[in-house]
């Protein structure tokens, strides 16, 4: 049996990991269900004699057309089949099953005023990973995700496209083997599930969690290079960094400093230098100072860590909000009509996201080209070739690839934020393009494996190179170890883009400090 998770209005990024990368199942409480239905019941007794948005009035410029009573079911199939017009490429079955997770916690709520049908089926959705197809060029991000959500809107109605058991298939035929009954439409279902911003909220959760598993591989790769090149401590220590406020590079040189803790490599600079016999040289052959790729790893992944870990809290509050509309206050007993569907909170969190994560991927570079680099290193033969000098080319043709990935990321980290453009008639005249930006920061996620992959392999190389064998710390030489099996020694050329392909898996499913 798996494990249950119940869904309670308070979902943490650990929760979200549980259900999309440990497959839990989820289960609305009965709390849960009673909130969404009180809610139902008092939108559908308070609308009665009034106007209110989207229940009985036309959508976007034009709301100001009123919608006769035997219309209103209708409006809201309108709705749905008129905006699941998506573009571009599928969205793979991880962000889709997160941002239903998402929208189905913002939902119980019991601010939306949805029947619990749509908890019920988006239940069942999520626990038996039926994921529905939605595109990922859609929405603007104010006004919600309304494309994207339009696409989940379509399959809970028993409509539309989904992927089940690795096949793109109709909804209906799907529902029908698992004995799933659509949603009822009685109120606003339609627009009350378009109406947010599930989709760059759960694109962007994916996102944090792949960025701080990023991360600490990055963190491994600085810790290993700093034994290759037997560098000198103090720029790791406690006292150096405590000598600057900032929590996320003491973090940083904390993880360092526990990594290389046993090592027999790194250098105490009052042994090699704070003595007389170095105090009479007068040229150092040996440098005094690592290069900026070694010594200044703290101030660069410090940012890194603090930016990722705001972005988990904006996110995480984002997804235990009412970002809907209208708000359906039960208590007050009232409907307030609003923006809480605007993005610009998640859009502008993940722009800050993909500027640390390209930053990142510009680190693993330079630390590969400084390892790559034997005029720099004076360690390593060129190109860390453990061929033949000339006859053989060891990683050099990776580094083009690594040095192209890391160009297209700064292209890409240009902000979505700013990049509003009015459209529906100028209603929307100002949004957020979350979605956008998050997708955006998938890619370049993605890519800042590739880049690490790169240089993950290399590290590999010099370490059998050099030999180092038990002077090394107890961390690397474990990672050392697994890497091991699946990176082969390069003498002979070989293609390497199965090796390529297959450590970037690697470092996308496992962490490398628990």
Request: aromatic fraction near 8%; charge should be neutral.
């Amino acid at each position: 049996m798996r494990p249950m998770l119940p869904i309670n209005n308070t979902l943490s990024l650990d929760d979200f990991y549980k259900v999309l990368f440990e497959n839990t199942e989820i289960q609305p409480t009965s709390k849960n269900l009673e909130r969404i239905d009180a809610s139902f019941k008092f939108l559908k007794e308070f609308s009665k004699n009034k106007v209110i948005y989207g229940v009985n009035t036309g959508f976007g410029p034009m709301a100001q057309y009123k919608i006769k009573d035997k219309d209103r079911l209708q409006l809201q199939y309108n709705l749905i089949r008129s905006h699941a017009s998506g573009l571009g490429k599928p969205m793979d079955a991880l962000y889709v099953k997160a941002l239903m997770l998402a929208r189905l916690n913002t939902l119980s709520l019991g601010k939306s005023g949805v029947h619990k049908s749509v908890a019920e089926v988006m239940q069942q959705l999520i626990n038996k990973n039926i994921t529905p197809l939605i595109f990922e060029h859609g929405g603007v991000g104010a006004s919600g995700d309304l494309v994207q959500l339009a696409h989940l809107a379509l399959v809970l109605i028993g409509e539309g496209e989904v992927f089940y058991k690795g096949k793109r298939r109709e909804t209906k035929e799907v529902f029908s083997e698992e004995n799933i009954k659509p949603i009822k439409i009685e109120i606003r279902e339609g627009l009350a599930l378009m109406n947010g911003t599930s989709a760059m909220t759960g694109i962007g959760i994916v996102n944090v969690i792949y960025a701080k598993r990023l991360l600490n591989w990055s963190v491994f790769c600085s810790a290993a290079i700093n034994e290759i090149v037997q560098a000198y401590d103090d720029h790791l220590s406690y006292e150096l960094n405590a000598a600057k406020k900032h929590y996320g590079q003491q973090y940083i040189a904390e993880k360092m400093r526990n990594h290389l803790k046993d090592s027999k490599l790194t250098r105490d600079r009052n042994e090699h230098l704070y003595n007389d016999a170095a105090d009479k040289n007068t040229y150092f052959k040996e440098k005094v100072q690592e290069y900026y790729s070694l010594r200044c790893v703290p101030q660069i992944l410090g940012p890194v860590y603090d930016t990722i870990a705001h972005t988990a809290k904006i996110l995480i509050e984002e997804v235990n909000s009412a970002n809907d509309n209208p708000i359906i206050d039960v208590e007050n007993e009232q409907v307030y009509h609003g923006g809480n569907f605007h993005g610009d909170y998640v859009a502008l969190e993940m722009d800050k996201l993909k500027l640390v994560i390209t930053k990142m991927s510009m680190l693993a570079e330079r630390q590969l080209n400084y390892l790559l680099n034997n005029k720099l290193n004076d360690i390593l033969p060129p190109f860390v070739n453990l061929g033949k000098l000339g006859l053989n080319f060891g990683m050099q043709g990776a580094q083009f690839s690594a040095v192209s990935t890391t160009a297209e990321n700064q292209m890409l980290s240009n902000p979505m934020y700013i990049h509003s453009i009015p459209n529906n008639n100028d209603n929307q005249d100002i949004v957020s393009m979350g979605t956008n930006a998050a997708n955006i920061t998938k890619t370049v996620i993605d890519n800042a494996f590739e880049v690490l992959s790169v240089e993950i392999i290399t590290i590999v190389q010099a370490l059998r190179y050099l030999n180092f064998s038990e002077k090394l710390s107890d961390k690397t030489r474990q990672v050392l170890e697994e890497m091991n099996k699946i990176i082969p020694e390069i003498k002979a050329d070989a293609p390497l883009y199965k090796t390529n392909a297959e450590v970037k898996e690697y470092l996308k499913k496992h962490e490398v400090y628990k």
